[in-house]
């Protein structure tokens, strides 16, 4: 499932801690442990994740180890990684993709009890990111890709459940579907598309499409 884009967040921490992104060609330091709730990429991952609405950037939450590879073997910009003490344990699964010394977008670490208070899930994991959601416009979804011989689009209005929105999301994409387009949000709107709900249940089968969000 793809996500929509924003303005991309900066990629350093602020003064509570110094995140792991490196230079290009610059080995990566170990990143301080982020230990205030105040700090600004915290702020964001709750406001992203336990929240479930996107950061002012426009990158959504996603959490738990096979959704954060998901989200990295996507293609979407990456805003940030977070670990907590307990999520480290999977850091090896995610070095491919967050351990080149090209990457810039800072791999962060806090504590297991900032986590769990910024986390949606009854036990996390350890393992969050932000990323920004792929730009798509409609025209886009009218258009086959080079693997279909004609487009196969999903339109989704007044599915007010985000876990409903995710699981016919997974289910179009398990039947080739090419996109989704989606009514706004909003009072008798659909579900956001990117609420950590809706991200578990269309992710549940690793499938990735297009989504417009329309207003009607």
Known sequence: MGIHSGERINGRADGHAAASASAVGTPR????????????????????????????????????VRLVEEALRSGC??????????????????????????????????????FEGLADTEHPQGVAALVEPHVTTFDNLL??????????????????????????????????????????????GTASPYSPKALRRCLRRGKWIGVNRQRC
């Open 143 to 188: 258009q086959a890709p080079q693997n279909a011989c004609s487009p196969l689009v999903v339109v989704l209005a007044g599915v007010q459940d985000p876990g409903n929105v995710g699981t016919i999301l997974r289910t179009a994409a398990a039947f080739g579907a090419t996109g989704a387009a989606i009514a706004a949000s909003g009072q008798n």
């Open 29 to 64: 330091a170990p990143a301080a442990i982020l230990t205030s709730r105040d700090n600004r990429w915290l702020k964001q991952f709750r406001m992203a994740l336990r929240g479930g609405i996107s950061t002012e950037s426009g990158f959504v939450g996603v959490e738990g």
């Open 77 to 114: 910009r990456i805003g940030a990684v977070l670990f907590s003490e307990t999520g480290e344990r999977y850091r090896e699964r995610l070095a491919p993709f967050i351990g080149r010394p090209e990457i810039v977008f800072p791999v962060l670490r806090t504590t297991d009890r900032l």
